[in-house]
């Protein structure tokens, strides 16, 4: 009896776990769709002014309403948004490329190598990422790419964690002591055995980055040290929006927030089930 209550449970989670999936993955589907196919095939320009229509609350015109200029803040969206994963998806890749590299070279190499990462790791992270982040943008003038450095830079250092801690966990793997006493070199066992077993949990750590990266591109846009302010992001779009909810009119606020929230949702859910693909001992547990 008891074990048929289990297996009902388990199936129920499941269940529950995998429409889960299937919602987020059709809400990511809704978001690329957007950012490439909206943008081509409006013919309204996302910065043109119509002080006539200034600040209509949502309708069958404008889904999303209008700006305090009489901008269609649906259009504005869908290129703040398109902006805004370029920088996550950029971003959290050169941040995964400079994470595994320096965590592959730590865990492998070993000695004094990993100690000097590892110390460099820890002292980096010390430091808030906001605030290395304004450090590293105030170099430059602002821009995407100084978004990108600045995004990338700050992003690594978990991914360098990670990545040591499975090369040392592959270090001990029984075929890795077969390879190494029959004779491979180290060269040889980091391309044909570390390297393989880390690029799964390398590939889930830049997902997981990208909306991170997203969030920390709308701080600085939203504290006027990101994007310029006439290039639509949701970063600027809720700065730009901040007078506007002071006055009442909530929805210039309201959908590029939502914006960043729902993406956010849906790529954690994302990764969360391919986290479970990679460990089935977590996953066994949960249908329990």
Same mark, same amino acid.
């Given at each position: 009896? +008891?074990?048929?209550?289990?297996?009902?449970?388990?199936?129920?989670?499941?269940?529950?776990?995998?429409?889960?999936?299937?919602?987020?993955?059709?809400?990511? &589907? $809704?978001?690329?769709?957007?950012?490439?196919?909206?943008?081509?095939?409006?013919?309204?320009?996302?910065?043109?002014?119509?002080?006539?229509?200034? *600040?209509?609350?949502?309708?069958?015109?404008?889904?999303?309403?209008?700006?305090? @200029?009489?901008?269609?803040?649906?259009?504005?969206?869908?290129?703040? *948004?398109? $902006?805004?994963?370029?920088?996550?998806?950029?971003?959290?890749?050169?941040?995964?490329?400079?994470?595994?590299?320096?965590?592959?070279?730590?865990?492998?190499?070993?000695?004094?190598?990993?100690?000097?990462?590892?110390?460099?790791?820890?002292?980096?992270? &010390?430091?808030? /990422?906001?605030?290395?982040?304004?450090?590293?943008? +105030?170099?430059?003038?602002?821009?995407?790419?100084? $978004?990108?450095?600045?995004?990338?830079?700050?992003?690594?250092?978990?991914?360098?964690?990670?990545?040591?801690?499975?090369?040392?966990?592959?270090?001990?793997? =029984?075929?890795?002591?077969?390879?190494?006493?029959?004779?491979?070199?180290?060269?040889? @066992?980091?391309?044909?055995?570390?390297?393989?077993?880390?690029?799964?949990?390398?590939?889930?750590?830049?997902?997981?980055?990208?909306?991170?990266?997203?969030? /920390?591109?709308?701080?600085?846009?939203?504290?006027?040290?990101?994007?310029?302010?006439?290039? &639509?992001?949701?970063?600027? *779009? @809720?700065?730009?929006?901040?007078?506007?909810?002071? +006055?009442?009119?909530?929805?210039?606020?309201?959908?590029?927030?939502?914006? *960043?929230?729902? =993406?956010?949702?849906?790529?954690?859910?994302?990764?969360?089930?391919?986290?479970?693909?990679?460990? =089935?001992?977590?996953?066994?547990?949960?249908?329990?």
């Amino acid at each position: 009896m +008891a074990e048929q209550v289990w297996r009902t449970r388990g199936g129920a989670r499941r269940s529950t776990r995998t429409l889960r999936v299937r919602a987020c993955a059709a809400v990511m &589907a $809704v978001v690329v769709l957007a950012v490439l196919v909206v943008p081509p095939l409006a013919q309204l320009d996302q910065q043109a002014v119509d002080l006539a229509a200034k *600040l209509q609350p949502p309708s069958w015109a404008h889904p999303f309403g209008t700006d305090d @200029v009489g901008r269609d803040l649906l259009l504005r969206c869908v290129h703040g *948004l398109r $902006v805004s994963l370029l920088v996550g998806l950029v971003a959290a890749l050169v941040a995964t490329v400079i994470g595994t590299a320096v965590g592959a070279a730590a865990g492998a190499l070993g000695g004094w190598s990993d100690r000097i990462a590892m110390r460099v790791v820890d002292t980096l992270s &010390a430091i808030p /990422h906001l605030l290395l982040g304004i450090f590293v943008v +105030a170099v430059f003038r602002p821009g995407l790419w100084p $978004v990108v450095a600045s995004v990338a830079v700050t992003h690594w250092l978990s991914t360098a964690r990670i990545v040591r801690a499975e090369v040392l966990s592959l270090r001990g793997r =029984p075929y890795v002591d077969a390879a190494v006493s029959g004779g491979a070199s180290r060269w040889r @066992v980091a391309v044909r055995h570390l390297v393989p077993g880390i690029l799964p949990q390398a590939g889930l750590a830049a997902v997981l980055m990208i909306p991170h990266a997203m969030w /920390h591109e709308s701080a600085l846009s939203f504290l006027g040290l990101g994007l310029p302010a006439h290039q &639509a992001s949701l970063g600027n *779009l @809720v700065q730009g929006a901040r007078g506007s909810l002071l +006055a009442g009119h909530w929805w210039p606020t309201l959908f590029p927030g939502l914006l *960043l929230i729902v =993406p956010t949702l849906a790529i954690a859910g994302l990764a969360g089930a391919w986290r479970d693909r990679l460990n =089935p001992r977590r996953r066994s547990e949960l249908t329990l």
